[in-house]
């Protein structure tokens, strides 16, 4: 066997037993910050959707869930074509 193969042949120190304490999982020392910051971006995004109105669909559907059980909903583009509808029907105080 030559220098080489007894080398990769051989476990080597990072087989050996584990060491004392060695149990205790480590977090990656940002882990916290990096999910708080997660955490607050997706709450902007949901105060973003919010105020641009694009929760609608998602708000639709839960009150269709509620009060039509076993029927089918609109899909997404049924559910805009008739919101814009409503609004033309319906002119209120908005920007465009």
Excluded at 25 to 44: D, N, Q, V
Excluded at 57 to 73: C, F, K, Q, S, V
């Amino acid at each position: 066997m030559d220098a080489v193969s007894r080398a990769s042949a051989s476990p080597g120190p990072a087989a050996g037993p584990a060491r004392a304490g060695s149990e205790h999982t480590a977090t990656p020392r940002g882990a916290g910050a990096a999910r708080r910051i997660l955490g607050g971006l997706a709450s902007l995004r949901e105060f973003v959707e919010g105020v641009l109105g694009a929760d609608k669909y998602r708000g639709y559907l839960a009150h269709h869930a509620r009060t039509h059980p076993g029927e089918p909903p609109m899909t997404e583009r049924e559910f805009w074509r008739d919101y814009a509808d409503w609004q033309d029907r319906n002119p209120q105080g908005r920007c465009c």
